[in-house]
């Protein structure tokens, strides 16, 4: 399966290419199919007058890396989702840093956006798609029917805006 998207910038793309794992070992049989995808994707773009298409691959291995550069592409990072269970109960084993306390609170539409875009961009300044938002972007975002100002925290220090934590909850 993929899925191209088109992003908030004229002539930025998004795929996600997702290929059964069993597919693989049987015989390179994904191999094809994933290579066609791919293709499929690039047509797209190309019919759309051409740009920046990027793709994601879930767990990728080397064979993805080998198949996407075969296509073009460069891998820029790997994606590491870090999980705890919450709420943390005592100060993390080995913590030699001093505990700050920051005020927190929800995001307030209206208010909030230019000083969470300053620190957002600052935050993610070489992240291909996060570091680089303007204000119709997130615009856009608070529209969406997912989005909800409650799962938008914002976390000041001394009077100024420190960083956040976004949650989407998708029913």
């Not at 049989?29 to 066609?36: E, S």
């Not at 084993?93 to 306390?101: D, E, I, M, Q």
């Not at 230019?114 to 856009?140: C, D, I, K, M």
Request: hydrophobic share 40%; charged share 25%; proline share 6%.
């Amino acid at each position: 399966y993929t899925h191209v998207s088109i992003g908030p910038e004229a002539g930025w793309y998004a795929a996600e290419l997702v290929i059964d794992p069993s597919a693989t070992r049987s015989a390179g049989v994904g191999d094809g199919v994933a290579d066609a995808l791919l293709d499929a994707a690039g047509s797209v773009v190309a019919e759309r007058g051409g740009g920046t298409l990027r793709l994601w691959v879930a767990s990728a291995g080397t064979t993805d890396d080998a198949r996407t550069r075969r296509h073009g592409f460069e891998p820029e990072r790997d994606l590491i989702q870090m999980r705890c269970p919450l709420p943390l109960l005592a100060p993390l084993a080995g913590s030699s840093t001093k505990r700050v306390t920051l005020d927190t609170r929800a995001f307030r539409p209206g208010f909030d956006e230019q000083a969470w875009l300053a620190t957002n961009n600052r935050a993610f300044a070489a992240h291909p798609e996060q570091g680089h938002w303007a204000l119709a972007t997130l615009e856009e975002r608070e529209k969406e029917p997912w989005f909800d100002p409650e799962g938008l925290l914002l976390f000041e220090f001394e009077g100024r805006l420190a960083g956040s934590c976004w949650t989407k909850v998708h029913r």
